[in-house]
C-alpha cells in the first residue's frame, strides 16, 4: 500500500475516529497524524488477533484504521487531559 493510501485511510479514519471520541476534530493534521497511527495500531492489532490488517482503500481497512484511531485518540485525551489537570493546578 502507498503512502497516498495510507493517507487517505489515515484522514478518514483520524475524521471519523476524533468525531466518535470528541464530538469535535484535532484539526487537519493532527487528524491525519493520529489517523495514521490508528491505522499502523489497528492494523497490527487485528493481525495479532489473526485477522487481516489495513490492505488498501476499503471499507475493511477503514473499519481497522478507525478502530485504532479511536484507541490512539483514547489514549491521546487521556495522556492531554492529564496534563491540562496537572498545568491548570499550578495556575
Excluded at 464530538?23 to 493481525?47: K, T, Y
Excluded at 487481516?52 to 482503500?57: A, Y
Aim: glycine fraction near 16%.
Amino acid at each position: 500500500m502507498g503512502i497516498l493510501s495510507w493517507l487517505v485511510i489515515g484522514l478518514i479514519a483520524g475524521y471519523i475516529g476524533s468525531k466518535l471520541v470528541n464530538r469535535s476534530g484535532e484539526g487537519v493534521v493532527r487528524d491525519l497524524l493520529l489517523g495514521v497511527i490508528g491505522a499502523i495500531v489497528g492494523g497490527a492489532i487485528f493481525h495479532a488477533l489473526g485477522y487481516v490488517g489495513v490492505t488498501g482503500v476499503n471499507l475493511r481497512s477503514i473499519f481497522v484504521a478507525v478502530v485504532g484511531a479511536v484507541i490512539v485518540l483514547v489514549a491521546y485525551h487521556a495522556v492531554a487531559g492529564q496534563q491540562a489537570r496537572r498545568t491548570s493546578w499550578w495556575r
